[in-house]
């Protein structure tokens, strides 16, 4: 049989066209998709590697930052203890009254109180004492000054019997111990 030059071209033609078509489906299109994909990657790349240069050129400032937010919260553990440490309070009161010349009736820590969404909690304590007007002054002066946070609240006086200078004094203070935040 023979082939007409005319059905060769086409045959070559078609040949072409079939050739031209498998290698665009499975061949380009596929590898410019990825292509793309690649391109996107690369870019991503980039993009974290100039946040890694910008990191890295503030390296110093935030190892400062990190070293005076670690020196801050140290500080803050100090003034807001972790738990409550009643024995070490009640004693470090204790001395403070005795250089004061008060007697206390009464101390009577309660329950925590949990303020919402706040990293500490209250610890309320009841105080009962007896002492001059001048020495519960300093006394008040000298708590204001503690190495923790102490917050007095309705403080009340009363004459105490016949001495005019003593008083009976009932207070409520808070004291603070930290929650949250610390590892």
């Known amino acids: 049989m023979k082939i007409s030059k005319r059905?060769?071209?086409?045959?070559?033609i078609i040949f072409l066209v079939v050739f031209a078509y498998l290698?665009?489906?499975?061949?380009?299109?596929?590898?410019?998709?990825?292509?793309?994909?690649?391109?996107q990657q690369i870019s991503s790349?980039?993009?974290?590697?100039?946040?890694?240069?910008?990191?890295?050129?503030?390296?110093?400032?935030?190892?400062?930052e990190y070293a005076e937010l670690t020196e801050r919260l140290e500080f803050v553990e100090v003034l807001?203890?972790?738990?409550?440490?009643?024995?070490?309070?009640?004693?470090?009161?204790?001395?403070?009254?005795?250089?004061f010349n008060i007697n206390f009736t009464n101390f009577s820590p309660q329950k925590l109180v949990q303020e919402r969404d706040a990293i500490y909690a209250r610890l309320p304590i009841n105080l009962t004492y007896t002492a001059?007007?001048?020495?519960?002054?300093e006394f008040l002066d000298r708590l204001e000054n503690f190495p923790r946070i102490v917050d007095v609240k309705d403080l009340k006086l009363n004459p105490a019997g016949d001495d005019k200078e003593t008083v009976n004094i009932t207070m409520s203070m808070f004291t603070y111990v930290l929650t949250k935040g610390t590892q």
């Open 7 to 12: 059905m060769k071209i086409v045959i070559f």
């Open 23 to 39: 290698n665009y489906s499975f061949i380009y299109q596929p590898r410019k998709i990825r292509i793309e994909e690649l391109d």
């Open 45 to 64: 790349l980039h993009t974290k590697i100039e946040e890694g240069r910008r990191i890295a050129a503030r390296l110093d400032d935030l190892k400062k």
């Open 80 to 99: 807001l203890p972790k738990e409550k440490d009643i024995p070490d309070f009640l004693v470090l009161l204790q001395e403070t009254m005795d250089e």
């Open 132 to 137: 001059n007007y001048f020495e519960t002054i």
